[in-house]
């Protein structure tokens, strides 16, 4: 076998931030991330997913919750997401498959699918009003709330951390490149 | 431009979602018990009702549900929107108003 | 004189900051604060603009955004911006102006010859005539088109960028005039948020012009300021000038336009936004949008000089403008006696006509005491002067209005102010469907009832009194905020005192008569910029034009860039009298988006260039570009087309290519087809529903490949699917097909089939795809991988899970080539890595990239479909030739009893099959049919058409494959295929699959 | 009928245009006709004037609850042509076209029929094998059609961008397309009509049909029963609430299809220009305004009014094909309900009831179609049987199978 150093790509290396210092944009690297369908009204899933993560899936719309090691976001009435640190998602999909057995669902590693990018800043708010249809205002949508919505053409999972404000985006990665150009140059006005 | 309830996440813009026509139109246990015209009626034939009608809406850019709602296809206006399999809520009495 | 109309003090521009500016090449002075209208004003320059059939000398009417004369362009080249309002351009130094629609200039236009045969060209002229020759039309056609249109195309490449924003607000105010003003100051203080929108540069509306009025014993601006400071304190209240909201549509979303640099010139950075477009979201909306005042049609009414009384009292105490020294004020209100009192103080000579007997009141009165003439029951009957207002003719009305009588007497003047009443601005309302009423006292329509949340105030609501908009404001804005869940248990605080002086009746009379019959010499304008007169409407209701909608298409009225502001309602009130019904018998033409003209580029917002549309890339695409690729774009993906090596046109790479691939081994990227997991007892049953062959069976590590079809039962997507493990199975789809066949799976198991137990999640990204295809491929993937490739160990259609070059991955034995070929699918994030290292393994075979022309010639080689190229939607699996992938025994899957109809059982359908041409060089155009006969000269009767048509180097000769009237039946008969040039070519049907008919070559060399 | 003519023209402007006569009587409706048209768009006029012209009958109604030519006639951008994929469609268009040709003549009414030709823009590909497609299948057919280098587009269209997003790779032009317009159509027909005895009547709304033992007797109006031998239904985006009237159900769904108009400029582009990738469709009128198509609101919808993410959609397309549009303004935006079958073609036929015949489902793309389908459904009602023409549209091919797919090989049927 021919031995090569390993080499992760992301669709957003040495692409160039904004200049100005109202808005960051970074990228999260290869944050892990699983997809798991499921029944929150069934006990089985629901214990299934909190012995091996150790949090409680989040039932309430748009919320997520947060763990030591994993963080459970809710996507869907029986859509989560769970994050994982890099190179965390194989073992928790193996584990949790294992774990759910015959129950109903299904356990899906999307880490490679979505890229994720952090945008952040005091006029990070109105970079997004440029291209998503979302009330933004801080008494509608706020740190502890995720939503899947739109941004320009693109289908986005996005995550408010805090009331900085930060913005965690998800993003299929063939559109991670434009996504973070039209960041870039929405926030060109901001400086 | 509508504002659209969905279920499962509150009041989203329109270009959130998709709509897929009309709702309730169950797919036949048994094709092949149908004429030639049943089966075109189901494949192809629409109510297409001026005033309140059901159809179904998905919210691709959201939680990726499907979803029915009853809407006045004059007014533009939504009555509710339910989820599937939930019983569809009666059509307002000013019908033909 | 440099600025002869300037009045010394006053106004609201600052005197300090001084600007220059051109016009037509000429410079002149003005000030900041001026608009280019009143700058020019200022200067005496009244003719700014040609109108748009007559070509006749125009200038300027109003002082607003309904202005449809003073049209002209600002800058030039890339950044001209044609059929500009001059009434509405802030100026600035440097400003560059320029006239519109005449030719060689604004003061000699040869266009104006339009004027003098105006007789040949009333409305709707050219229905009647340029009909014979035939042959002629398009020439008359030319020559009607140069001499429409208005203002000429920027240059292309603006310079300039352009933004979007989405908002929501729980009260949206459109209109910062005082009933604007008071509303946003009740909703504000609920702590609502509120969004407050006006089009000019400052806030006031009517009260920026009205320098006596009074608020609280204040001059009236005093409150404007404190309104102002006090919204500005407020967290929760958006405060936007120079935006105009442009449309209100369903569920409250509004649009407005906010003019960021305009007013500053052209800027040497577009770092910021000329315009930003809104998007806004309100719960409750006020409309506080003013009201426009209608002219007074008589005769010749169009010189420059003619203004609206309105218009002329805002140069005056706005801009500090006198537009002229000798005024006459031509009104049937006592609005305009405002003016007259305004122009007289600043020094004016001033003469009123009045259309009313007896009109008494304050203002009247005033006027009289300062010695102004009236003239009453007067009125003026014809114009003098031409490029400039030169004087009036006035004569006595007779009592019913309709007639004059006495004698014709001259008034001198350079000016006529005129005011025939005021239209409220219902526009935005009736966008939103508002339903209007037509008021007899106000001689006009206002709002009624509207089935979305929003009150209108003030006077486009049709309270034309000061305190009346400040109270229905304050209300109204209270109200909204309540009904949007703010404020509760507040009350409309009491509204500030603001006196006028009583207005006395109206005297209406929609249209001014002459000494002569209507039409004969003077034109009376409803309609300004596209020369719609009163002679129009009576022609069009003497043809039987009758309808409004039928009287604005005939005569083009209100169908200009003003889009009617000034003119709609005495239109509809003429054809009324004409027609002897009542006004809302008539009714209203629709008023549609957008309230003023809007530019294409604020709408695109940066949605231009590179970011118009994404270009999805797969995760080696720095390697395709390191390697050379041309691409082609397949739906929103770029994928490598080809790969040429230098000197190499498109054929010889991909003869190239294609060779290299059946003669040693390639590699491509297949990372863009589309992708899902799907997992669940119910997932067989899903595929079951999907394809049309049988799925219970298939193990796990096995691959199988299915075509699915709509309900019509036509062919849509096709697809390898694998089952990874118990209830779990991969599926493939085409590029293009991958989000249709998501949201088909989506629609089932949702809506049909919610209690199935089967989930669906795309993971067309999550995998990066390289594909190695030919003999030696075994041989390159041996080095980098830790399984066993033998045949046995790995055969044909298996799956197997393993790492490469040190990677987890997931490597499919399938071949779309016919080819040994392993589809190796590692986390995206390896994508290149892995692809380097199979480039770096294959070079001592000669490894070679290709790209998808080549994956097309080779799978057409061995007669393989492409789903969307030899199907089209109308084509069903037997159509095809698949009759093998459709079961006879599962049971019902989707489409199935479709394919019984009557048509669709047929057995003489188009059918696919092969196409080999009798000179083995000719390549067939894909696209070309083949007749049954070939004649001189069309038409012919057509058998189908070729679908895919390649050079192959592997067959060494031209391949294709067809879709032909009972295809199936035809094989080994001889057609032609005529060519566009008159050519044709000799063609014979075969079977599809013209390499390795035995298939011989799927497991490659042994190993 | 007093005879349109520059002569007549001139006549008149010597008597201040006080002499014209009205262009359509409006009578008041008669007991009963034998045949009555519901609908007074363009294409129920044009079936009204080719009973009358070709059929002999004259006895006549048309009944529309607005004004003539208010519904899509009036609201549609206007685009002709007759380039169409599938022999079926392409008879029915080029029939049309013809009858285009010398329709202003025929008419005695300049409806400004401009063949300044039509060009449909290939971006990838597939679009390239497409027009392959059906270029080759429209010059079979005896119909024009000529492939364009990107650099013979660019010689028509100079102020194009070739290189935009999805570039420019070919064309297919057909010369003998353009536009037409509309108002003008509605009028000549029904000033033509009238003057062969057609009533034209409008404010009158058809509110339900008089149907005994399954035969059609005439029809509920807002202004009374009016009876009627046969009726020919021609509503357009209401004719599912005509079906529904009568009794039975059409394979149609409605929607508010969209367009807009800039300001008018002087004249910048040349000829029609559709693309389906780029998704732009637009010409210059006459007038010089740009008038831009725009796609439909994807939901069942009876509002006849513009709404804002279709137009959304369009203006950055138009600003990428052609940049020059930047600066320029949209002065305003409409929309139209359109009729639309799954096989984006038309549907002709005869119906449930007898005597009752509908031509309906022309959707996005009808106004190019208005003298054929006028004149190939006023032989179907004269002679109770439809014109061959006409026939494979009758609406049982959906039944059957037999689809005419024009919107499954090319992305837009406008
Ligand atoms: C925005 C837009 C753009 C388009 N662009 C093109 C294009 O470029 N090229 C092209 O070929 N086609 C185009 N079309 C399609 C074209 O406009 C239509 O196919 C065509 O005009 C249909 O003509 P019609 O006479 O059948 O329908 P309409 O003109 O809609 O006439 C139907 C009439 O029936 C009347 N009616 C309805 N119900 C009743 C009743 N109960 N009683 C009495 N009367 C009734 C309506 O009031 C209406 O006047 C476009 C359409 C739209 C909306
Ligand atoms: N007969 C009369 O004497 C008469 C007639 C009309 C008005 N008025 C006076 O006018 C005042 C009425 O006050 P008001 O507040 O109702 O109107 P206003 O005219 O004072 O203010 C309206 C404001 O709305 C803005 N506007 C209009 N359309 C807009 C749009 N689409 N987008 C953004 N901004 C837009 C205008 O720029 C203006 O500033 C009173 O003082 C009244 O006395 C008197
Ligand atoms: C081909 C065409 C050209 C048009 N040109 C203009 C125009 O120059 N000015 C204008 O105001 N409207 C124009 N319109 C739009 C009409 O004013 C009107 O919006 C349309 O007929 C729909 O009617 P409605 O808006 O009254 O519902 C045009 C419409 C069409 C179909
Ligand atoms: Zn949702």
């Known amino acids: 076998m021919v031995e090569t150093a390993i080499k992760k790509v992301s669709p957003l290396d040495g692409l160039a931030g904004p200049v100005g210092g109202n808005v960051k944009l970074t990228s999260n690297g290869f944050v892990g991330k699983v997809i798991i369908r499921g029944d929150s009204d069934n006990k089985d899933f629901v214990m299934a997913v909190k012995d091996v993560t150790g949090v409680e899936i989040p039932t309430t719309a748009l919320t997520f919750n947060e763990g030591e090691t994993y963080s459970i976001y809710w996507m869907g009435p029986d859509e989560w997401m769970i994050m994982t640190p890099e190179d965390g998602e194989v073992a928790l999909e193996t584990a949790l498959r294992e774990k759910l057995g015959e129950t109903p669902s299904q356990v899906v590693n999307v880490s490679d699918y979505y890229a994720s990018m952090r945008l952040s800043g005091p006029a990070a708010r109105e970079v997004l009003k440029k291209g998503s249809p979302l009330d933004l205002h801080p008494s509608k949508f706020k740190a502890g709330n995720c939503t899947g919505t739109r941004f320009a053409h693109a289908t986005i999972f996005m995550v408010q951390r805090d009331e900085e404000p930060t913005y965690d985006i998800n993003v299929r990665i063939s559109f991670a490149e434009y996504l973070w150009n039209y960041f870039v140059e929405a926030s060109r006005e901001f400086g | 431009m509508l504002v659209i309830k969905c279920p499962f996440c509150g009041e989203r813009d329109q270009t959130e979602f998709t709509c897929h026509g009309e709702a309730h139109i169950a797919r036949p246990e048994n094709p092949d018990e149908l004429t030639d015209e049943q089966w075109g009626d189901y494949i192809f034939f629409r109510q297409n009702i001026k005033g309140y009608q059901y159809e179904r809406w998905s919210h691709d850019h959201g939680c990726g549900r499907w979803f029915n709602a009853l809407r006045n296809s004059v007014t533009d206006q939504f009555v509710d929107t339910y989820k599937i399999g939930e019983e569809k809520p009666a059509i307002p009495s000013d019908e033909g108003k | 004189m440099s600025q002869s109309n300037r009045i010394k003090t006053g106004g609201r521009i600052d005197r300090n900051k001084p600007v220059s500016f051109t016009f037509d090449g000429k410079t002149f002075q003005g000030f900041e604060g001026d608009t280019l209208a009143s700058a020019l004003l200022a200067n005496n320059v009244h003719l700014m603009g040609r109108s748009f059939k007559y070509h006749r000398p125009r200038g300027v009417l109003s002082a607003g955004s309904e202005e449809p004369n003073a049209i002209v362009t600002i800058g030039s080249g890339k950044r001209s ?86 908002e929501y607000c729980d009260v949206l105010i459109a209109g910062g005039g005082p009933a604007g003003l008071s509303a946003a100051l009740t909703a504000g203080r609920t702590g609502a948020r509120v969004i407050l929108i006006d089009e000019q540069n400052e806030f006031g509306g009517s009260l ?96 420059p000089g003619v203004m609206l009384a309105s218009a002329v009292r805002t140069y005056i105490n706005r801009y500090g403008v006198l537009p002229g020294k000798d005024m006459v004020v031509f009104t049937n209100n006592d609005s305009a006696y405002k003016t007259a009192l305004d122009a007289f103080a600043n020094g004016g000579r001033v003469e009123i006509v009045d259309t009313r007997v007896d009109p008494k009141g304050p203002l009247v009165e005033q006027a009289r005491s300062l010695d102004i003439t009236i003239h009453t029951n007067a009125a003026i009957v014809g114009t003098k002067g031409y490029r400039r207002l030169k004087g009036v003719e006035v004569m006595e009305l007779n009592e019913a209005g309709d007639g004059v009588k006495g004698t014709k007497f001259h008034i001198g003047c350079d000016v006529v102010a005129m005011s025939s009443g005021w239209n409220p ?68 605080p009491a509204t500030p005192s603001a006196p006028e002086v009583e207005h006395g009746d109206m005297r209406t009379l929609w249209y001014i008569p002459m000494d002569r019959p209507l039409a004969r010499g003077k034109k009376h304008f409803h309609e300004f910029q596209n020369d719609s007169t009163v002679a129009d409407i009576h022609l069009a209701a003497r043809e039987g034009y009758i309808s409004v909608e039928h009287l604005k298409r005939y005569t083009t009225t209100g169908m200009g860039t003003d889009q009617g502001k000034t003119s709609n309602v005495n239109a509809i009130a003429i054809m009324a009298q004409i027609r002897g019904v009542s006004i809302p018998q008539v009714g209203t033409t629709t008023f549609r988006p957008p309230f003023v003209p809007v530019t294409f580029g604020a709408i695109a917002g940066h949605d231009v260039e590179d970011l118009f549309l994404q270009a999805r890339k797969t995760p080696m695409h720095s390697a395709h570009d390191r390697n050379g690729a041309i691409y082609e774009d397949v739906g929103d993906w770029k994928r490598p087309y080809y790969f040429p090596k230098a000197g190499e046109d498109m054929h010889a790479a991909v003869q190239r290519e294609c060779k290299a691939v059946r003669d040693s081994v390639g590699i491509m990227d297949g990372s863009t087809l589309g992708k899902l997991d799907i997992q669940g007892k119910d997932a067989s049953r899903l595929l079951n529903l999907l394809y049309t062959n049988a799925w219970s069976k298939l193990a796990p590590g096995k691959c199988r490949y299915g075509l699915m079809c709509n309900e019509h039962g036509m062919v849509f997507d096709d697809g390898v699917t694998t089952c990874i493990g118990e209830n779990h199975y991969h599926m493939t789809t085409t590029t293009g097909g991958a989000g249709r066949v998501a949201n088909w799976i989506e629609e089932w198991i949702q809506t049909e089939y919610p209690d199935w137990d089967v989930y669906a999640t795309s993971v067309t990204e999550q995998w990066a795809v390289s594909i190695l295809n030919g003999p030696k491929s075994r041989k390159v993937l041996e080095k980098l991988v830790d399984i066993d490739l033998s045949a046995e160990a790995f055969p044909f259609m298996a799956m197997k899970e393993c790492h490469i070059a040190g990677v987890p991955a ?56 492409i789903a969307g190229q030899d199907t089209d939607g109308s084509v069903t699996p037997m159509d095809l030739d698949m009759d093998w ?101 000799k063609v014979t049907i075969t079977d599809p699959i013209f390499f390795d008919k035995e298939n011989k070559r799927i497991d490659g060399e042994p190993s | 009928m007093n005879k349109y003519s520059v002569f007549s023209l001139v006549r008149n402007a010597m008597s201040y245009h006080e002499n014209w006569q009205k262009a359509w009587r409006s009578p008041d409706p008669k007991k009963e006709y034998d045949v009555v048209i519901v609908g007074g768009g363009a294409h129920g006029l044009a079936t009204a004037y080719y009973l009358a012209k070709e059929c002999g009958i004259t006895n006549v109604a048309i009944l529309e609850k607005g004004w003539l030519g208010g519904g899509n006639t009036g609201r549609n951008t206007t685009i002709v042509r007759s380039n169409y994929l599938w022999d079926e469609s392409s008879a029915i268009y080029e029939h049309a076209m013809k009858l285009w040709e010398n329709l202003s003549q025929d008419l005695n009414y300049n409806v400004m029929f401009s063949q300044r030709g039509l060009l449909h823009l290939a971006h990838n590909v597939h679009d390239m094998q497409e027009i392959g497609r059906r270029g080759h299948a429209i010059h079979l057919n005896g119909i024009d059609s000529e492939f364009l280098t990107p650099e013979q587009v660019k010689e028509i269209e100079p102020t194009i961008n070739l290189d935009c997003r999805y570039p420019v790779l070919g064309a297919l032009l057909q010369r003998r397309g353009g536009s037409a317009r509309h108002d003008a159509v509605a009028w000549g027909y029904a000033r033509a009509a009238d003057d062969m005895g057609v009533d034209i009547i409008q404010n009158c709304e058809v509110t339900g049909f008089d149907i005994q033992d399954g035969v059609v007797k005439g029809v509920e109006t807002s202004r009374g029963h009016i009876g009627a031998k046969k009726v020919g239904v ?105 009729d639309v079958t799954v096989d984006r073609s038309p549907i002709i036929t005869k119906t449930p009831v007898e005597n009752m015949f509908f031509n309906c489902g022309w959707g996005t793309g009808g106004f190019k179609a208005t003298p054929g389908s006028g004149n190939v459904f006023a032989h179907s009602i004269a002679n109770g049987e439809l014109h061959p023409i006409a026939a494979p549209f009758t609406m049982n091919r959906f039944n059957t199978g037999a689809l005419i797919d024009e919107g499954a090989a090319a992305a837009v049927a406008h």
């Open chain 3, 81 to 166: 911006d044609p059929n500009t309002r001059a009434t509405v351009v802030e100026m600035f130094d440097g400003l560059e102006a320029s006239s519109q629609n005449c030719w060689p200039s604004l003061n000699f236009d040869i266009g104006g010859i339009n004027n003098k045969l105006s007789r040949f060209f009333p409305a709707g002229f050219y229905y009647k005539t340029f009909m014979w020759p035939k042959s002629m039309w398009m020439k008359y056609e030319e020559i009607i088109r140069a001499s429409a249109g208005m203002g000429v195309a920027p240059e292309e490449g603006d310079p300039d960028t352009y933004a979007v924003k989405h």
């Open chain 4, 234 to 338: 021609v509503t357009a985006g209401h004719s599912s609430v005509m079906a529904n009237m009568a009794g039975f159900r059409m394979p149609l769904e409605s929607f508010p299809l969209q367009a807009m108009v800039s300001e008018p400029l002087k004249p910048v582009i040349n000829t029609v220009i559709m693309s389906g990738a780029v998704h732009v469709y637009l010409s210059q009128s006459d007038k010089g305004e740009l008038v831009v198509g725009a796609g439909s609101d994807n939901f069942v919808s009876y509002s006849q009014r513009g709404s804002f993410d279709m137009m959304d959609h369009i203006v950055g397309p138009l600003k990428e094909l052609f940049p020059f549009t930047s600066r320029l303004r949209m002065m305003r935006q409409w929309g139209g309900i359109v």
């Open chain 3, 810 to 865: 997931r490597i499919y034995r399938i071949s779309f080539t016919g080819e040994l070929s392993y589809e190796i699918n590692v986390p995206a994030r390896y994508g290149l890595h892995v692809w380097d290292a199979l480039l770096e393994a294959g070079e001592e075979f000669d490894i070679c990239q290709y790209g998808t022309e080549t994956m097309h010639v080779l799978r057409a080689e061995k007669g393989f479909i």
């Open chain 3, 208 to 303: 920026l012009s009205d320098h006596g009025a009074e608020i609280d014993g204040k001059p009236a601006m005093d409150w404007v300021d404190a309104a102002l400071a006090e919204l500005k304190e407020m967290e929760e209240v958006t405060i936007l000038n120079r935006t105009a909201v442009i449309g209100y549509f369903d569920h409250n979303f509004i649009t407005a336009m906010e003019k960021i640099t305009d007013h500053l010139g052209p800027q040497d950075s577009n770092d910021t936004p000329r315009q930003r477009f809104w998007k806004i979201r309100a719960k409750q909306v006020v409309l506080a949008s003013g009201s426009f005042e209608r002219p007074m049609l008589f005769g010749d009414n169009d010189r």
């Open chain 3, 425 to 492: 601005a219902v526009n935005l309302f009736s966008q939103a469907r508002g339903k209007l009423r037509y008021d007899e006292e106000l001689t006009s329509f206002v709002p009624d009832h509207c089935q979305w949340d929003n009150y209108s105030v003030g006077s486009c609501n049709g309270t034309f009194t000061l305190e009346g908009a400040l109270s229905e404001g304050l209300e109204a804005g209270l109200k909204a905020a309540q009904a949007a869940g703010f404020g509760e248990g507040q009350s409309v």
């Open chain 3, 885 to 985: 992938i459709v079961s006879k025994k599962k049971g019902d899957f989707l489409g199935r009893r479709s394919f019984t109809r009557t048509d669709t059982a047929r057995t003489d359908r188009k059918q696919l099959v092969g196409v080999l041409t009798e000179d083995p060089n000719v390549v067939l155009m894909e696209g070309a049919h083949l007749v049954r006969e070939l004649k001189d000269k069309p038409p012919m009767d057509m058998l189908g058409h070729v679908t895919s048509s390649y050079m192959s180097p592997n067959c060494g000769r031209s391949i294709a494959m067809a879709l032909i009237r009972d295809g199936k039946n035809l094989k080994g008969q001889s057609f032609m295929v005529p060519t566009m040039s008159g050519k044709a070519h």
